[in-house]
């Protein structure tokens, strides 16, 4: 089952996302400020959980909750966890979509509270069942993005021994400099670190160089 993660500050919003997602998936809540009060703890604490997406509220600063924003979030995880599954269940869609890069990422948090027994609860109804669908294919898509990446790298690391051409060596350096943007745990090869060979050897030409001009120097 899909591990889902909730952020928000109120008590009556988790209370009400747990009871509308839990038949769908094992929601889990991020409650506790210590445990998150900067952004880059909020990305351990996703890990430490093994969620598989994340449903933020934008206005967590207001009280002093915490002192960062739902879209610095979205912000964070997109930097430092490329490509994983998160979006917005907000009360203020206009305040959050003018300072989100991809405004597709909100919702409405009316989506989940007009579910239980309004006069538009069947229209809610159908526009809840329409993002669960969503939020599984976005955790579907993910995995397919990180398998596909790890597969196509193992079989240009494997045919190295034979040796690669320019555009494979590239494509095997894009791959490594993605991967590390997923998850630079998993894979701690720093873009800085990783060159082709033609890079390497460019600079073994230099190094060279250069210990010619100091010989010549002295």
Known sequence: ??????????????YTFNRVFKQDF???????????STPDDLINQIEEMNLDVLAVDYKLADG?????NGDEVVKVIWEKKRYFPVFMLTSYPSD??????NVFLVRDKSIITDAKNSSSA????????????????????????????EKRARELEEKQVQGLSFEEENELLELHMELHAIDPKANPIAPADLQTTAV??????????????????K
């Open 96 to 101: 959050a979509m003018s300072k989100m890069e």
């Open 1 to 14: 089952m899909i591990t889902i993660g909730y952020l928000d500050e109120a008590n009556n919003p988790r």
């Open 200 to 217: 390497k050897k460019l600079q073994e030409m230099v190094d060279a160089s250069r210990d010619i001009l100091k010989q010549l120097s």
């Open 26 to 36: 094992n929601v889990k809540m991020l409650d506790n400020p210590e445990l998150i």
């Open 64 to 68: 002093g909750w915490l002192p960062y």
């Open 122 to 149: 069947e229209n809610s109804e159908q526009s809840l069942d329409f993002l669960k669908e969503q939020i599984r294919k976005s955790v579907e898509n993910y995995k397919i993005i990180i398998t596909k990446r």
